[in-house]
Nanobody
């Protein structure tokens, strides 16, 4: 079983930056892709960014050019650098990990609040 623990959320002013981290416990071979989803109040959970073990990335159009996802395979950790934050980025951000057999794993979430 894999556990994902997020850190780095908080309150920031519009235009500011935050860096989220997510550490995956268990064998480093138990996670394939890693990524971040977010859910704003009254909205569905949506993909923000994802990265494969090999480093291929995928971003939501709304964050392209502002957010950067990266991972450290040795530490089984994924990061999300968020720049030029806007109030519409306010949401609970969830770490996601995909096991090699296709099982989704989720963190408990970390709140990001961007004030205008």
């Amino acid at each position: 079983q894999v556990q994902l623990v997020e850190s780095g959320g908080g309150l920031v002013q519009a235009g500011g930056s935050l860096r989220l981290s997510c550490a995956a416990s268990g064998s480093r071979f138990s996670i394939n892709a890693l990524g971040w989803y977010r859910q704003a109040p009254g909205k569905q959970r949506e993909l923000v960014a994802a990265i494969t073990r090999g480093g291929s990335t995928n971003y939501a159009n709304s964050v392209k050019g502002r957010f950067t996802i990266s991972r450290d395979n040795a530490k089984n950790t994924v990061y999300l650098q968020m720049n030029s934050l806007a109030p519409e980025d306010t949401a609970v951000y969830y770490c996601w990990g995909l096991s090699p057999v296709g099982v989704d794993n989720w963190g408990k979430g970390t709140l990001v609040t961007v004030s205008s």
